[in-house]
Each structure stands twice: as structure tokens, then as C-alpha cells.
């Protein structure tokens, strides 16, 4: 399992970035994918969930309405689009899968991408 995060960067207040993570060594569209941030000096948490199909999508509170996570199972690629954003986005953004064996789950991390919200 291969995990490629992209997209990260710095930008205004108020400004927009488009994550991008590419997956490979697994069969992508079966999965649920994750999208985690982890801020200075905070715990790591859970920003957006999209089920295999993206029938269907969660999200932390503090980004409802302004970031949507989507996928395309024909590149094996899932996407955070952030809008509005705001100093306390600022962190590192690692995309996740979990996968669960007979023996038990697994999380699967990329190296993350850093994004950096200041003006």
C-alpha cells in the first residue's frame, strides 16, 4: 500500500487549496479514505471521511461547509478541496485508508503535505 499526498502549501486567509493523494498497491474503490490533519503542538485528527462509492462523506465540524473531500476510483486518487481557510487549518495533511484482516485492522498513512495558512 502506497500512499502519495500533494498539493499542500502556503496561502492567505480566505484562500483555497486542493489536495490530491494518490493510492496505489491496493484495490482503491473498495476502500473507505481518510483525509487527517495534525496541527502544531495537536493531536492528530480526523478532517474528512469518503466511503468507497463517495455515497458518502463526513466531516470534522470545524471544516463543514468549506472543505469537500471526493474521489475518482479510475485514478485511484482522493481530493480535500479547502476553501476559506484559516489560520487554525494551518498543519500537516495526511490521507489515510484503513484496512481490516483476519487478524485485525491496519492503518495506512502517506507522508503527509504541509499547509500553512498565515498572512
Known amino acids: 500500500v502506497q500512499l502519495v499526498e500533494s498539493g499542500g502549501g502556503m496561502v492567505q486567509p480566505g484562500g483555497s487549496l486542493r489536495l490530491s493523494c494518490a493510492a496505489s498497491?491496493?484495490?482503491?474503490?473498495?476502500?473507505?479514505m481518510n483525509w487527517y490533519r495534525q496541527g502544531p503542538g495537536k493531536d492528530r485528527e480526523l478532517v474528512a471521511r469518503?466511503?468507497?462509492?463517495?455515497?458518502?462523506?463526513n466531516y470534522a465540524d470545524s471544516v463543514k461547509g468549506r472543505f469537500t473531500i471526493s474521489r475518482d476510483n479510475a485514478k485511484n486518487t482522493v481530493y480535500l478541496q479547502m476553501n476559506s481557510l484559516k489560520p487554525d487549518d494551518t498543519g500537516v495533511y495526511f490521507c489515510?485508508?484503513?484496512?481490516?484482516?483476519?487478524?485485525?485492522?491496519?492503518?495506512?498513512w502517506g507522508q503527509g503535505t504541509q499547509v500553512t495558512v498565515s498572512s
Open positions: 489515510n485508508t484503513r484496512h481490516t484482516y483476519t487478524y485485525g485492522s491496519r492503518d495506512y
Open positions: 469518503i466511503s468507497s462509492t463517495a455515497a458518502s462523506t
Open positions: 498497491g491496493f484495490f482503491f474503490s473498495n476502500y473507505a
